[in-house]
């Protein structure tokens, strides 16, 4: 794939640079949304977390970052694809404690969101796209069962009437919630024998594709929508 995209056409597409939490979100720019950006002439670069090499890290690590590119990439836009599911409080993203007394959890992201967006120097705020996944990528895949019946086999369900529940009680996917053992992650991993979620991530999304993920997901579909409007 990577050929693919290696003509000098890249060199006048819009360029987006979007620093992954890890693996998954990482293979799921490469294989699902590097295509679809392509097709709009945007070119998509995917650089994990450099300080932990994937894994969160404190804001104050991940805003270096998010500056460096910034200040290396002139023309560039920068966004991330982060799970909100695991920041730790102490590690102080913007507006956290704020965002906290309030139960909506889509407005609490807009809250931190637009607290990460204020606190990068103005000069660049136009370049810059913060985004959390609410409340994980994972959370993406609970998009249509049917998805999982063609690529696992019915003794690999642990108990496939209650994974099934799970579609039903959630129609939009990003309200899956972010329990120790009830977030998308923990419920796939719990839900289906030998899960890999580096492996299947991409995988299952792909196969779902991008127009029926954005109908499902509100929140993710309107960071695409920024994504191609910056």
Same mark, same amino acid.
């Given at each position: 794939?990577?050929?693919?995209?290696?003509?000098?056409?890249?060199? &006048?597409?819009?360029?987006?640079?979007?620093i992954?939490?890890?693996?998954t979100?990482? &293979?799921?720019?490469?294989?699902?949304?590097? *295509?679809?950006?392509?097709? $709009?002439?945007?070119? @998509?670069?995917?650089?994990?977390?450099?300080?932990?090499?994937?894994?969160?890290?404190?804001? &104050?690590? +991940?805003?270096?970052?998010?500056e460096?590119?910034?200040k290396?990439? *002139?023309?560039?836009?920068?966004?991330?694809?982060?799970?909100y599911?695991?920041? *730790?409080?102490?590690?102080?993203?913007?507006?956290?404690?704020?965002?906290?007394?309030?139960?909506?959890k889509?407005v =609490?992201?807009?809250?931190?969101?637009?607290?990460m967006?204020?606190?990068?120097?103005? $000069?660049?705020?136009?370049?810059?796209?913060?985004?959390?996944?609410?409340?994980?990528?994972?959370?993406?895949?609970?998009?249509?069962?049917k998805?999982?019946?063609?690529?696992?086999?019915?003794?690999?369900?642990?108990?496939?009437n209650?994974?099934?529940?799970?579609?039903?009680?959630? *129609?939009?996917?990003?309200?899956?919630?972010?329990?120790?053992?009830?977030?998308?992650?923990? =419920?796939?991993?719990?839900? @289906?024998?030998?899960?890999?979620?580096?492996?299947y991530?991409?995988?299952?999304?792909? &196969?779902?594709?991008?127009?029926?993920i954005?109908? $499902?997901?509100?929140?993710?579909?309107?960071w +695409?929508?920024?994504?191609?409007?910056?």
């Amino acid at each position: 794939m990577a050929a693919q995209y290696s003509d000098r056409r890249t060199a &006048e597409m819009k360029r987006v640079i979007i620093i992954c939490e890890g693996p998954t979100e990482q &293979e799921f720019c490469k294989d699902v949304l590097t *295509p679809y950006f392509f097709k $709009k002439d945007i070119f @998509i670069q995917a650089p994990l977390i450099k300080k932990s090499g994937g894994g969160i890290v404190p804001w &104050e690590t +991940l805003k270096k970052q998010i500056e460096t590119h910034l200040k290396q990439e *002139p023309s560039a836009i920068i966004t991330m694809l982060i799970d909100y599911y695991g920041i *730790p409080g102490q590690y102080n993203y913007p507006g956290w404690e704020e965002a906290h007394k309030e139960p909506d959890k889509t407005v =609490r992201m807009e809250i931190i969101e637009n607290v990460m967006h204020q606190s990068i120097s103005e $000069k660049w705020q136009h370049r810059y796209i913060p985004y959390l996944q609410l409340h994980e990528f994972e959370g993406l895949l609970f998009n249509d069962v049917k998805i999982f019946t063609g690529n696992f086999t019915e003794d690999e369900f642990v108990d496939f009437n209650d994974f099934e529940n799970i579609f039903k009680h959630f *129609p939009n996917p990003e309200d899956i919630n972010d329990g120790a053992n009830s977030a998308p992650s923990k =419920r796939l991993l719990h839900h @289906i024998k030998g899960y890999n979620k580096i492996v299947y991530g991409a995988i299952l999304a792909a &196969e779902i594709g991008i127009t029926q993920i954005k109908e $499902k997901c509100p929140r993710f579909n309107h960071w +695409l929508e920024k994504i191609e409007q910056s």
